[in-house]
Each structure stands twice: as C-alpha cells, then as structure tokens.
C-alpha cells in the first residue's frame, strides 16, 4: 500500500474564483497546511470536458441528486422533483455553464490525507451553511436558494474531490502523467520522517 503522504487530490478554482482574484489567497490555505502542490494548470474548460468529469462517477447523479433533495426538506422547502436524477440532471446543464464561462485553475495536491484535509479546509457545498474558517464559508455568500430562484449552479469557488478514487480519476481526466511533478519538499522531514534526527548540527 502507498504511504498516507502520497495521496493526492484535484482542486479546481472555478471560475468565480478567478474573477475575484482570490487565486493566491485559496493556494495559500493548502499550501500552508503542508500539502505539496504537484500539478498546476489555467485554462477554459469545454462542456464536454465538464460533463465528463462529473459523470465520472456513475453515482455521482444519484448521490448528488440526493443531497440536494434532503437541503430542501432540512429547511422546510419542497424540492422541485422528487427524482434525484431529474434535479441533477439541471445542476449538470448549469454546471456547464458555470465551468465554461471562463478559465480555470487546476491544482493537484499531495501529501497526507490529501482528500479530506482538503474537503475540510474548502468547507461545504453551499456557502451560506458551509463552516466559517473554510475557503467557501469565509470567501463567498451564495446559498441554494439565491441559486435555484436565479436558475444557476450554486457559486461557491471550487471544486475539491470527494474520494481516493474520485481523485485518480479527476486527475486522470485532466492531467497527463508528464504534468505531475515528483519532487519531495524540505519541510516533509518535519511532517514525516519518524526520527526527527537531521535538524540539529
Ligand atoms: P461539491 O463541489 O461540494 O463536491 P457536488 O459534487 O455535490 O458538490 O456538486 C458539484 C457542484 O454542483 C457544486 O460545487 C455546486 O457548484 C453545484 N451544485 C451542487 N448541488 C447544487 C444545488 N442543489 N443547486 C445548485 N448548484 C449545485
Ligand atoms: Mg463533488
């Protein structure tokens, strides 16, 4: 099995986060907690390419389709179909929209418990509930219902992926592996190394 400091996770900062010039302020708060950045790339992504991230995970519809229905019922709103297929099906259309509308950053970080260090420090989806000291809680004010009223993907500054696996399929999807870099970072002695014996002369 690999070792905990070699996983790896996709962040992408959408759009919005491009536009707000908030580029250096979200690469700072993982960069800082001591993940290592491998992969770094901006571009505007096609809706093709969009859609096929999202759909990488079969489950990815239902799951998400899901969710949305139980935000709904939590705060005493009825959702607008009771299929979660259907409701994901215009978070997909608007995601597309979203996504494409101009260009993004993709980084791919390492180091351990790449995943859910990162899900953490990104917050929740919707940035009206997501916790405060969380990129999404402290950076932007959108919610699920200022989104759904507005026909729009909800605008909460990036994408962070879910699991190990939703991972190395995201970064399969948008990096070759030419573009990652292997390299190991001096402050990785301090995180990992079990003797701590290189540092006093
Ligand atoms: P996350 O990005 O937190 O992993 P999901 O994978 O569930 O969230 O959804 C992907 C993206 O789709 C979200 O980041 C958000 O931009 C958008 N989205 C998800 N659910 C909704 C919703 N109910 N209404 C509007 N946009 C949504
Ligand atoms: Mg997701």
Redesign the pocket.
């Known amino acids: 099995m690999a070792h905990h400091k070699d996983e790896k996770t996709l962040v992408i900062i959408k759009p919005d986060g491009v536009q707000r010039s908030l580029i250096g302020e979200i690469t700072a708060r993982y960069e800082r907690v001591g993940l290592k950045l491998v992969g770094l790339k901006i571009m505007v992504p096609t809706v093709e390419q969009i859609e096929e991230h999202?759909t990488l995970d079969p489950e990815?519809r239902r799951?998400?389709g899901e969710?949305?229905i139980k935000?709904y019922k939590d705060k005493g709103l009825t959702p607008p179909s009771e299929d979660p297929i259907e409701?994901t099906g215009i978070?997909l259309e608007?995601?597309k929209k979203?996504l494409s509308s101009g260009p993004v950053v993709l980084m791919v970080w390492q180091g351990a418990h790449a995943v859910g260090v990162v899900r953490k420090i990104t917050g929740?989806?919707e940035p009206l509930t997501s916790d405060v000291g969380t990129i999404r809680g402290d950076l932007v004010l959108d919610s699920?219902q200022m989104?759904?009223t507005d026909g729009r993907?909800?605008?909460?500054l990036?994408?962070?992926s879910?699991s190990v696996e939703e991972a190395e399929n995201e970064i399969n999807h948008w990096f070759t592996p030419e573009e990652l870099v292997n390299y190991r970072l001096v402050q990785e002695q301090i995180l990992y190394d079990v003797n701590l014996d290189g540092i006093l002369e």
């Open positions: 999202y990815w799951v998400t969710k949305t935000g409701i978070i608007n995601l979203y929740g989806t699920y989104s759904d993907a909800v605008r909460n990036l994408h962070a879910g």
